[in-house]
């Protein structure tokens, strides 16, 4: 596992992991600019695949991208921890993992789910993100290569003391 201050879509990696809406039709922050890089193709694949729950995961073709895959999954709005956040958070994690070992992906992205206009606080979130990608890996002996693909040299930060 690594993190790293980086542009998702221009990543070079087998899948990408987007931070999407239940629709899965595009939005702000790192869905819409996914959606942007990709092209229309993306738009309309998504549109065949019903929307998406809380904590589930969705898997298109890169489309525009430099990926094989896009993972979809969508991350819990905040609302003080008392309501399920963290598990939800979690399964987007592991459900997006699961999505890949099912390809035999070797190398996945994320970027930091729900801690943008869902408001989770960024040093939980990174928290949850780390030990279920290091269950996932470590319960599964899979040897997916996972990156943390911060937006924020903050965010990068916190993933950095995490990933000690």
Request: hydrophobic letters at 45%.
């Amino acid at each position: 596992m690594r993190a790293l201050n980086a542009d998702i879509t221009a990543l070079e990696a087998d899948a990408i992991v987007n931070a999407a809406n239940t629709s899965l039709l595009g939005g702000g922050g790192v869905d819409g600019a996914i959606h942007r890089a990709a092209g229309p193709g993306l738009l309309e694949e998504c549109r065949l695949l019903g929307g998406c729950r809380v904590g589930e995961a969705k898997l298109t073709a890169g489309h525009g991208l430099p990926v094989k895959y896009v993972i979809h999954t969508v991350g819990p709005f905040w609302h003080g921890g008392d309501r399920g956040e963290p598990e939800l958070l979690r399964n987007c994690y592991l459900n997006s993992l699961k999505l890949a070992a099912a390809r035999a992906l070797k190398t996945v992205a994320f970027p930091c789910i729900s801690t943008g206009a869902y408001e989770y606080p960024p040093e939980e979130a990174a928290a949850v993100a780390v030990k279920a990608v290091k269950d996932f890996l470590q319960e599964t002996g899979s040897r997916i290569e996972v990156t943390f693909c911060c937006f924020s040299a903050r965010d990068l930060a916190i993933y950095s003391v995490l990933l000690k």
